[in-house]
């Protein structure tokens, strides 16, 4: 096989994805949520975890019959919260994909970066109520380590055997793409053979409902949840909160080829910068998304006009959409009206840390199957949003580069670029 790019340096991996695995609002599974998306189905509901009596907002993204005990035996399962169930599932499903069959030595140089935005919320709730009404002698032994984030790593590279480096990379929103982005580099300059890497959360609970409503960033369009989550569109009020994961398997192209592995796309750059400019609103014209794009493409030796299909960070609040917006024009100049941008949000909801995991696997896929996924719910595009954002149905077509933005508070912004081998 030849390669299309030259890289700068001999010593400088390539890095391919051979194994995918994800849990969603639309799936229990990469495959069903892809198709589920690519259906234009929503996962947004009303909420069922908790009762939401009070709440100006009452729906979300939940995961809906998710089974653990597929996973994980039932008497670890009560000592981690669900966001490490759910990386642990991923991380499974991810190896079973890639046929992947470790020695004890490839083991010793397998990573596992699996991130998480907010940890495990819903315990610290549990735990801290506990402690109000019943005193310190009810906390669980299991509390801390069921709770912090880096446990979403450590109880996978336990599950799996894996002894090269975990730790976990939280980045807010940016999550899931920073730490596939650092597997990558740990990939391509030799640090590791093999990779585990992605994002999970789990946090469908009173207090992040209570407070990201209480910065008005949340929808409350309760009556019709389906509908909430609507990037671009005029009518947007706020993301709908949500949960699930994606976690990958990176390998070098060199070893993905010598042991005959389904290879289902290429890591071709990685992008990231600081607004430093307000902890929650982006930059002015969106100039944090534009440069984090902009580094990506740099990495990947890609020009603009080179860019496929864009999955957007889109998470359908009122300033964010618009910032990307421009943030993509300026960059992309006139290809800007000729790429392809979809938001998924519209369909699973935001994921947080783990939304730009799911998002990754959305570009990923686009580029195995040759079609990009849609944005539902843009029926009134806003006066400043005018690419094209694949409105209500998917699309076919040559997709041979495609490139996923994940923004987070803080200023954080994180891209990848995913193209055919």
């Given amino acids: 096989m030849t390669s299309r790019f030259e890289k700068p340096s001999q010593s400088v991996k390539r890095v391919v994805i051979t194994g995918l695995g994800a849990l969603s ?33 009452q729906i979300a993204g939940e995961v809906k019959g998710f089974n653990p005990d597929l996973y994980i035996e039932k008497k670890e399962q ?10 642990i599932a991923c991380a499974k499903m991810a190896l079973e994909m890639s046929q992947l069959k470790l020695t004890e030595d ?11 935005g907010m940890g495990g919320l819903p315990m610290i709730e549990e735990q801290l109520e506990k402690l109000r009404t019943r005193g310190p002698g009810r906390i669980s032994p299991f509390f801390i380590p069921g709770v912090i984030t880096n446990l979403a790593s450590g109880q996978v590279s336990i599950a799996i ?38 994002g999970v959360e ?25 509908k909430a989550s609507r990037p671009f569109d005029k009518a947007r009020d706020g993301f709908v909160l949500a949960e699930g994961g994606a976690v990958f398997v990176l390998e070098s192209l060199e070893s993905a080829e010598k042991r005959g592995a389904t290879i289902l796309c290429e890591i071709n750059g990685y992008g990231a910068s600081s607004d430093a400019s307000h902890f929650t609103t982006p930059a002015p014209e969106g100039d944090g998304g534009r440069r984090a794009m902009g580094n990506a493409l740099l990495d990947a030796q890609l020009k603009p006009d080179q860019i496929s299909y864009i999955n957007a960070h889109a998470t359908s609040t009122p300033v964010g959409d618009g910032l990307e917006t421009l943030a993509i024009k300026n960059l992309f100049g006139d290809h800007s009206k000729k790429v392809w941008v979809s938001g998924t949000k519209s369909m699973t909801g935001h994921l947080l840390g783990a939304a ?8 990923v896929l686009a580029i195995r199957d040759q079609i990009a996924p849609p944005t539902i719910n843009l029926e009134n595009p806003s006066d400043e ?37």
Avoid at 37 to 52: A, E, W
Avoid at 78 to 83: E, L, P, V, Y
Avoid at 390 to 411: D, M, Q, Y
């Fill in 356 to 363: 730009g995991a799911l998002e990754s696997a959305f570009c």
């Fill in 161 to 198: 055997g894996a002894k090269g480096p975990n730790y976990s990379i939280t980045s807010a929103c940016a999550t899931g793409v920073h730490s596939i982005g650092e597997a990558f580099n740990y990939i391509r300059y030799g640090k590791c053979d093999y990779m585990l890497a992605g």
């Fill in 78 to 87: 009560k000592k981690m919260d669900t966001f490490i169930h759910y990386a």
């Fill in 106 to 116: 490839q083991l010793k140089r397998t990573g596992v970066f699996i991130g998480s």
């Fill in 385 to 421: 949003c005018t690419l094209d954002y694949i409105p209500h149905e998917a699309r076919s077509g040559k997709i041979i580069h495609t490139l996923n933005n994940s923004f987070g508070f803080g200023g954080t912004n994180g891209c990848l670029i995913f193209s055919a081998l």
């Fill in 202 to 226: 789990a946090t469908v609970c009173g207090s992040a409902v209570g407070g990201f409503g209480a910065m008005r960033a949340l929808s409350t369009k309760n009556d019709t949840p389906e």
């Fill in 25 to 57: 609002p639309v799936g229990l599974n990469a495959q069903d949520t892809w198709t589920n998306v690519l259906k234009g189905q929503s996962g947004i509901s009303k909420i069922t975890k908790f009762d939401t009596t009070g709440f100006d907002t």
